[in-house]
């Protein structure tokens, strides 16, 4: 080996050790930029956390805290323009009557995987419709009722489907009287449950609602004849409201004679302003729990979100105007009943609302102020509908005239007795 070798390899070692000593500092200066990064990134969050999320809601141990909404949010969740409500896939109200209405005509098929909801309200003659819906439907395969089961099924034309999700057709599989935050959160896995299979399904709620006064007097006849729908689960947030949430309003197994004023006087009775909270989404309020946010936030919010549901649902009538219920459900879904639609019992309760003193009569309509804004509500939109749909019918004043009339009748009918609170804790809505 000559010098001139031995110099390049000591030329080569020297530069070798150059490259890895520059090697070393760049990846130490690498590290120091990655170390201030991060050391700024977290100087960073400390100060949004601490400063900018100030009201907990970015706190590890986040605990909810009373929500606030502003009027902005409130009209956000309730818009009053009917035309709004072009789709309802957002609310979980299933299909909308607007999107039945709508151009593309998205009708109910019952031979599809369509499935109406029957949301039952206590009180609005909900057994009455409930039965139309089973015994009464002019149906290609009708339903086929058992008398003491009091139970139907009701089966699509080619299989052995459940078309209908109700009280007679499914039973209280939801809950007894489940309501729309229930029902949403329960019908698909039920369904499932009970067919053996997952199947994609489109849902049509349907419901009724009643003069607040009238059906809030008539359940407490009701409870005073000793009703307690006791079994009631009001499943909200994943769990049943606890005692702690909702407290008995009376001692023992039931309110037997209980008077007006002490029905009313409990701030536990579920029975007022019971249609707003039954068609309201309650997780929006903290489900049972009263301290989310203040009462006046809280009712203005539950009211909010009735009305929207109201509007964002298939179908919805009212109690006293039994006829044009019965023409915009048939209008809605293309099917008829076999019978006329009429107004049963209501002078009971008329009797006894006559027997209110006037001071009685405000402190019941107090109570229920939601529910007679609801009520309002729904009124104007119910007429509003049913005008088009008899504009759009060139033939109106022969359809009803003829409503309820058709070639084949029935024959299957029940016993039109009162049913006791030891049956299935409900009746007809005397």
């Known amino acids: 080996m000559g010098f001139t070798d031995v110099v390049e390899q000591s030329d080569c070692k020297h530069l070798l050790k150059d490259i890895q000593m520059r090697r070393k500092i760049e990846h130490r200066i690498t590290l120091r930029k990655l170390v201030m990064f991060f050391a700024l990134l977290t100087l960073f969050g400390i100060i949004y956390f601490g400063y900018f999320c100030s009201d907990n809601r970015c706190s590890l141990s986040y605990n909810p805290k009373p929500a606030v909404y502003s009027e902005w949010t409130v009209m956000n969740l309730l818009s009053t323009n009917i035309t709004d409500f072009k789709s309802a896939k957002d609310t979980g109200t299933g299909v909308s009557y607007n999107d039945m209405q709508s151009e593309n005509q998205l009708r109910f098929d019952m031979n599809a995987h369509d499935v109406m909801v029957f949301l039952h309200i206590q009180k609005t003659g909900g057994t009455s419709f409930g039965r139309h819906l089973v015994q009464d439907l002019d149906l290609q395969r009708p339903c086929t009722c058992q008398r003491k089961r009091k139970l139907c099924y009701c089966f699509r034309p080619s299989r052995n489907e459940n078309w209908l999700f109700s009280r007679y057709s499914t039973g209280w599989k939801c809950g007894l009287h489940a309501d729309f935050t229930e029902l949403s959160g329960c019908v698909d896995s039920e369904l499932d449950k009970n067919e053996g299979k997952s199947i994609k399904r489109r849902y049509f709620y349907l419901t009724l609602l009643r003069d607040p006064v009238s059906r809030y007097l008539s359940e407490y006849k009701h409870v005073q004849r000793g009703a307690t729908w006791r079994m009631s689960r009001h499943w909200c947030g994943g769990h049943p409201a606890s005692l702690e949430e909702l407290p008995k309003c009376y001692n023992g197994t039931s309110w037997t004679d209980v008077t007006l004023n002490s029905f009313a006087d409990c701030p536990h009775n579920l029975a007022a302003n019971r249609q707003t909270r039954m068609l309201a989404d309650l997780s929006l309020i903290g489900c049972y729990n009263s301290s989310y946010m203040n009462q006046e936030e809280r009712n203005r919010v539950m009211l909010a979100s009735a009305k929207r549901n109201l509007l964002s649902i298939a179908f919805f009538g009212l109690t006293e105007f039994q006829k044009l219920n019965q023409y915009i459900f048939e209008e809605t879904f293309n099917l008829r009943f ?59 004043k022969e359809r009803w005239a003829h409503l309820g009339q058709l070639p084949s009748q029935t024959a299957f009918d029940w016993e039109k007795e009162v049913e006791t609170e030891a049956a299935d804790n409900e009746v007809n809505y005397t």
């Open 338 to 396: 076999a019978v006329t639609f009429t107004l049963h019992n209501t002078t009971l309760s008329a009797v006894y609302k006559s027997l209110l003193s006037d001071e009685e009569l405000e402190k019941v309509k107090r109570i229920n102020s939601l529910d007679i804004e609801l009520y309002n509500f729904a009124k104007h939109y119910l007429f509003r509908r049913f005008e088009k749909l008899r504009a759009k019918n060139p033939n109106f």
